[in-house]
């Protein structure tokens, strides 16, 4: 992803050693160079958005009881919010018009938490919380003005869901809606 600056980063997560890697990619020499290490607890999946100017990259730590909104400074991430989780195996970060919303995956408790970035404050805060069976990932999508997120549950008896928001709701169905089974 580039960062405001025009410098290219690659972020990776390593689940058995806790630790994260940032990378910079380096034009001279084409090749990645070691930018910065992030210490995490098992984590499961890293995503980099973008609100504004800031650059941001999520860090969903499976273990631990909270997961990391990173923002990138001059030279490097910085913890900017720790987000409280509960086996989080996806952070999806994603905006609907001018505003920013992040779900939060909760697989020990079923649920999926949707946060809003407050302009003021720069900062997420639970605006939903919804029933989700053994939630494991989400993708996020707009079409025909109303912006979707697709939960996939690790149940084998299926489970995933579409979830909906039109334009002029200020959250998502609180139904969801179940996806045939294959």
Avoid at 1 to 29: H, I, M, R
Avoid at 151 to 165: E, P
Wanted: some cysteine.
């Amino acid at each position: 992803v580039p960062a405001p600056d025009g410098t290219n980063l690659l972020a990776y997560g390593n689940f058995k050693t806790n630790q994260s890697q940032v990378l910079k990619w380096n034009s001279a020499s084409r090749q990645l160079n070691h930018l910065q290490y992030i210490t995490t607890n098992s984590v499961r999946a890293l995503e980099f958005c973008a609100v504004g100017n800031a650059v941001f990259l999520t860090l969903a730590n499976y273990n631990g009881g909270s997961s990391l909104i990173m923002r990138w400074t001059a030279d490097e991430f910085v913890v900017h919010q720790d987000i409280p989780t509960k086996v989080c195996p996806h952070l999806k970060p994603f905006a609907i018009g001018a505003d920013s919303f992040l779900a939060a995956a909760n697989h020990r408790t079923n649920t999926m938490e949707i946060l809003k970035m407050d302009a003021g404050t720069g900062k997420y805060a639970t605006i939903q919380s919804v029933v989700t069976p053994d939630l494991f990932g989400i993708e996020a999508f707009t079409a025909g003005g109303s912006t979707f997120l697709f939960v996939t549950s690790a149940a084998d008896t299926g489970g995933s869901c579409v979830l909906r928001r039109e334009a002029a709701q200020l959250q998502f169905g609180s139904g969801a809606e179940l996806l045939p089974q294959a």
